[in-house]
């Protein structure tokens, strides 16, 4: 049954992608063969040291595979002690299963291209064919892992695309009829589906791509090919990039960001091979290398948003390699300082064999001047902000990473609107809590994704809504020399638990100071819990409501006051439990147990409404937090006014002693050593001559929508 049409109107303003139909595409597509792989003339003609390199490289890693027994797809014994368990064991053994094999294919051509050899196509095929025989509904079906049907695909159609001229006519014909039922079974699954789902993580990851080069591979051998290519090609047109805007923000966090780059980088390949060139045109493509320098700094942590950040210490081979792509592709020098960085620290590995063999043929980038870092930066788009006291990351370095975002929180994105994870020196200081131990599992679902294991608020005990309707967004945001300043609002994020107002004002202070600013309501008399997680010891010195914990930079303090009275806990236990019962490694080792994590929750009486004004210091040195008689705190040269009654409008003004810099929120006039501010529903920023000011601006997606603020 069809839908009621809609309408709707392209504006002259709208961004206009001008790609080649699909038929003129897929037509180009048929007169080449090799279509996944370069060809072996063009591969030998390149003379340079990183082709050496990589050729020894694959010498010492494939030699082993020729001649090697290989694997049939029966599947395992059942493992684990409870239904979830025992399917997630199955999908990881099945998922491994079919990437070693096509880790080992990949190989062995990129090995025999650079060297000549027949031997490593000989093995090729030998594993493809062997792959051709699995049963595609057997133990590497896509209901046991769609990921191990989707690397049989690309197993088999890397061999027959780069191999076809050495393949028997039956070994052929095998291969064929293999990828071809696995493609049917995906392409039926797919049509009339995907098209119309907001995201799925999966596909967009590895299995678009992968169905693509099956049937790009098969293209001109077997006719329903060109209705699978068709399909993807207007697929990718009419879709990518998701869960992103204009900002190069990606919403699911930089850890499952890499898992996307080998999609991004091959299909914008294919189709530059195809004569559809207006792919990395898209702002996303020019602005995404800012993400991974805000989100992963060189030789620090990530930011903490997103599925497996706390497992990782630095970021993936995929990732370097992909802000090597952007340097290349764009001359993009803040691109390749981060490659720099990161490979200088001697922790980073090596490109898979295909994307290392891809990134020979990149044109030598244009020299540009060097940069000094970013200090501050918001992905107004994603729900994003990265500011730091300094402008590439130090030893007395203060971080605040901070998501609000209108993606809400769905796939690997957690319920974390308006939430805050502070850095010192690059480690983690007062930072989210929990462990991804599997995608369904208890702890990962109730603590680690949810609310309670975020620096943010609950309401009633109730944590934000798990969707895309518990979002939040980014109204205001000031990039200044000497203070930093933005709101987030999660009104909306919190279903139908009563809150009408959550606004989050936050301001980084030179040198280490960071001031938080909570403006809570309810259409209720409700009990609000403010949370903040350590991964180091966290006290609370109920005399003084200061929090203390540290890392190995450096100690962190933060000095809590409300408008309302209230209860403090503080402790180290996670519910449910963080039980490792799937062996993931925990930054580079194995490890039994995860480590344990502190968590401080502050619990008010029930009150409509609520203000809560943090103080947070870092380092050797910190300032102390001294409170004057007129009821605001003063904090090295700066002195913090703000408005506490919960029944009066917001109000917050933070001047410099020693500087001429003020900046004033939602304040509608003040004067300020001779000069009248005026912030009426808006933030004003004062730096010597310099005035910068900041109303409620909607994400571009919103004001594309006629949205207003």
């Known amino acids: 049954m069809w839908s009621e049409v809609y309408e709707f109107e392209i504006p002259p303003r709208a961004r206009r992608l001008t790609t080649p139909a699909a038929e003129t595409v897929l037509r180009e597509a048929a007169k080449q063969r090799p279509r996944l792989m370069p060809t072996s003339a063009s591969v030998r003609a390149i003379r340079s040291s990183d082709s050496q390199a990589l050729a020894q490289r694959l010498y010492r ?22 239904e979830y368990k025992r399917m997630k064991f199955a999908r990881w053994g099945s998922k491994r299963l079919a990437a070693q094999e096509v880790s080992a294919v990949e190989a062995l051509l990129c090995a025999g291209l650079l060297s000549g050899d027949d031997r490593y196509a000989e093995e090729a095929i030998r594993r493809a064919v062997n792959v051709a025989a699995w049963d595609p509904d057997g133990f590497t079906n896509p209901v ?14 890397l061999v027959y695309d780069t191999c076809h001229d050495q393949l028997s006519g039956s070994d052929r014909r095998a291969l064929a009829a293999a990828i071809s039922k696995r493609c049917r079974r995906f392409f039926e699954g797919s049509v009339n589906d995907v098209e119309a789902r907001l995201f799925g993580a999966h596909l967009w990851q590895h299995l678009l791509t992968e169905f693509f080069e099956a049937s790009l591979s098969l293209l001109g051998d077997l006719p329903e ?4 290519c068709r399909y993807i090609y207007e697929l990718w047109v ?8 204009n900002d190069g923000g990606w919403a699911n966090g930089p850890k499952y960001f890499g898992t996307n780059v080998e999609t991004l980088i091959l299909m914008n390949r294919y189709f530059d091979n195809l004569g559809a060139t207006e792919f990395d045109r898209r702002p996303w493509f020019r602005n995404a290398s800012k993400f991974l320098q805000c989100a992963w700094p060189p030789n620090a942590a990530n930011d903490g948003f997103g599925d497996g950040t706390e497992l990782e210490r630095v970021p993936s081979a995929n990732h370097i390699h992909w802000m090597r792509y952007l340097g290349h592709r764009f001359s993009d020098r803040e691109a390749l300082d981060y490659v720099e960085a ?10 898979s064999p295909r994307l290392a063999l891809d990134a020979l043929f ?25 500011a730091r006291t300094t402008g590439c990351e130090g030893s007395n370095t203060l971080r605040v990473a901070f998501r609000s975002s209108p993606y809400g929180s769905f796939n690997h994105m957690h319920s974390c609107q308006n939430a805050f994870n502070l850095f010192y020196g690059g480690e983690r200081l007062f930072a989210n809590s929990g462990y991804y131990v599997a995608m369904a599992d208890e702890h990962a679902k109730n603590w680690y994704r949810d609310t309670r294991g975020h620096n943010t608020i609950r309401l009633d005990g109730q944590s934000q809504t798990r969707s895309p309707e518990g979002y939040g967004w980014i109204p205001r945001y000031i990039d200044g020399d000497r203070v930093t300043y933005w709101a987030g609002d999660a009104s909306n994020a919190y279903g139908d638990a009563g809150l009408t107002r959550y606004r989050r004002h936050i301001a980084l202070l030179d040198p280490n100071i960071v001031v938080i600013y909570d403006d809570l309501e309810a259409d209720h008399a409700a009990e609000w819990t403010w949370q903040l997680h350590a991964h180091l010891k966290l006290t609370y010195n109920r005399r003084q409501q200061t929090f203390k914990t540290s890392n190995a930079q450096g100690p962190g303090t933060l000095v809590f006051a409300s408008s309302s009275a209230f209860d403090v806990v503080v402790g180290d236990a996670f519910d449910p439990p963080a039980v490792n019962w799937g062996g993931k490694t925990y930054r580079g080792e194995a490890v039994e147990a995860f480590p344990k994590r502190w968590h401080g929750s502050v619990v008010t009486r029930p009150i409509p409404s609520v203000r809560f004004l943090s103080i947070v210091t870092a380092g050797a040195r910190q300032p102390a937090v001294r409170h004057l008689k007129d009821g605001s705190r003063r904090v090295g040269r700066w002195k913090i006014e703000a408005e506490m009654d919960a029944d009066q409008p917001t109000r917050l003004l933070i001047t410099s002693t020693q500087a001429d810099t003020a900046l004033a929120v939602n304040i509608p006039e003040t004067s300020f050593r001779g000069r009248t501010l005026r912030a009426r529903n808006a933030a004003v920023l004062v730096e010597g001559t310099s005035t910068k000011r900041s109303v409620d601006q909607l994400p571009a997606a919103a004001k594309a929508l006629g949205g207003s603020s």
């Open 61 to 82: 890693t494939t030699s082993h595979l020729i001649g090697q027994e290989l694997p049939d797809d029966t599947a395992p014994p059942a493992q684990g002690d409870d």
């Open 144 to 157: 046991v892992s769609d990921f191990s049907d989707a690397s049989a695909m690309r197993t088999m159609a």
């Open 225 to 228: 090919a060109h209705a699978w």
């Open 238 to 245: 009419a879709r990518f990039p998701l869960i992103a805007g």
């Open 342 to 351: 990161w490979e200088a620290s001697g922790a980073t590995a090596p490109a």
């Open 362 to 386: 990149w044109k030598k980038p244009r020299t540009t001047r060097p940069v000094s870092g970013i200090r501050s930066h918001c992905f107004q788009d994603t729900g994003l902000i990265m």
